[in-house]
């Protein structure tokens, strides 16, 4: 069984690997920051966001399967920003943006990071 910090590094591995894949160009220096050099609240934000994951699924019986990738990322997108709302007194709009706001990378990355989350589970 995975401790929450691992479960966490598995989170920004995969939001990572969907930045180099899915953006479009050379993505911000932030966006690639290695697990050890993440500031501690997007260290929490990220194992907090992997637990309610992989909890969805665990109550779905598994059926998340059967979600869309879009549902998925819709999902993380959601548990993300109430994230960032609990660390960021006043975040710029950009880090709370809707999903029909956001960049198509950063909700391809998300549907990634659900589907990496599925196959930990």
């Given at each position: 069984?995975?401790?929450p910090t691992e479960?966490?590094?598995?989170?920004?591995?995969?939001?990572?690997?969907?930045?180099?894949?899915?953006?479009?160009?050379?993505?911000?220096?932030?966006?690639?920051?290695?697990?050890?050099?993440?500031?501690?609240?997007?260290?929490?934000?990220?194992?907090?966001?992997?637990?309610?994951?992989?909890?969805?699924?665990?109550?779905?019986?598994?059926?998340?399967?059967?979600?869309?990738?879009?549902?998925?990322?819709?999902f993380v997108a959601?548990?993300?920003?109430?994230?960032?709302?609990?660390?960021?007194?006043?975040?710029?709009?950009?880090?709370?943006?809707?999903?029909?706001?956001?960049?198509e990378w950063q909700?391809?990355?998300?549907?990634?990071?659900?589907?990496?989350?599925?196959?930990?589970?």
């Amino acid at each position: 069984m995975s401790t929450p910090t691992e479960n966490g590094r598995v989170f920004r591995e995969a939001w990572i690997a969907g930045v180099l894949k899915h953006f479009p160009g050379e993505p911000k220096p932030g966006y690639v920051t290695p697990w050890d050099q993440t500031p501690d609240w997007e260290r929490e934000a990220a194992t907090a966001v992997y637990g309610q994951v992989a909890d969805f699924i665990r109550v779905s019986d598994g059926n998340t399967g059967k979600l869309t990738r879009e549902q998925k990322g819709r999902f993380v997108a959601l548990c993300w920003i109430a994230q960032i709302h609990k660390h960021i007194p006043d975040p710029k709009p950009s880090y709370v943006a809707d999903w029909d706001d956001l960049p198509e990378w950063q909700r391809q990355t998300d549907a990634d990071i659900f589907e990496r989350i599925e196959l930990e589970s």
